[in-house]
């Protein structure tokens, strides 16, 4: 079955430390790897994609995730934590479903982020 | 602009009533979802739709009822409140399943 798995419910980084929010899927077929960034009050956007290609994918505001398929991995990272990268982070996953036939679209728990003076 | 649009932002309600929670998207998108989304259970998906006419149901679609007669329009109706229906409710669109979702800001939902 697919899923996606993100590990730690809460993490606390400093301001100008590594964020790193990990997460793991599980897949039938190639994946295609999304991280979403949900602000209070807001609905989720979208951070980056992975579909094809370049493994190494940047998104917006210095975030970027690196697929690995030997460890179905696609861990989110930036190298220097800012107070206003406080929020929630969601990893999703669209794979195929042999049951079905068709794509569905997996969203992870999410890990909320604290950025600490 | 183009976007996606959740109508009302908050709600508050009595148990046994009908509500009905609105969502319009101006990108033509073929697929819209709904979800809920409550504290230790991340995002649940309600129902979703991949075309006009085609709803089918997610992994909480009990006391929901969707429907999508128009491309850019899905309404989500709960058909008699329950207090467990309480959360904060999103709405989402998206040109296929492989591709990125787009959400609404949500909608807050209080039953009381």
């Known amino acids: 079955a697919q899923s996606v798995t993100q590990l730690g419910s809460h993490v606390s980084v400093s301001e100008g430390a590594l964020v790193l929010l990990r997460c793991n899927y599980s897949?039938?077929?190639?994946?295609?790897l999304f991280w979403y960034v949900q602000y209070p009050n807001q609905g989720l956007q979208l951070l980056l994609k992975y579909t094809t290609g370049a493994t190494l994918v940047k998104g917006i505001n210095g975030f970027e995730a690196e697929f690995k398929k030997s460890e179905t991995s696609f861990h989110l990272t930036k190298p220097s934590a800012h107070m206003s990268d406080a929020a929630e982070y969601f990893c999703?996953?669209?794979?195929?479903?042999?049951?079905?036939?068709?794509?569905?679209?997996?969203f992870g728990t999410g890990t909320r982020l604290k950025v600490l003076a | 602009d183009a976007g996606i649009t959740q109508s009302p932002r908050y709600k508050i309600t009595e148990t046994g009533r009908q509500v009905t929670l609105m969502c319009h998207q101006t990108?033509?998108?073929?697929?819209m979802f709904w979800y809920r989304q409550d504290l230790g259970h991340g995002l649940r998906l309600i129902y979703y739709?991949?075309?006009?006419?085609?709803?089918d149901k997610g992994e909480v679609p009990d006391g929901y009822v969707v429907s999508r007669s128009k491309t850019e329009n899905f309404p989500l109706t709960l058909e008699s409140a329950t207090r467990s229906q309480t959360s904060v409710y999103f709405c989402?669109?998206?040109?296929?399943?492989?591709?990125?979702?787009?959400f609404g800001d949500g909608t807050r939902l209080s039953i009381l």
């Open positions: 897949s039938s077929v190639p994946p295609y």
């Open positions: 990108w033509s998108h073929s697929y």
């Open positions: 989402a669109s998206s040109e296929s399943n492989r591709q990125p979702q787009h």
């Open positions: 999703a996953v669209s794979d195929l479903s042999r049951t079905s036939g068709t794509y569905k679209y997996i």
């Open positions: 739709s991949a075309a006009a006419d085609i709803t």
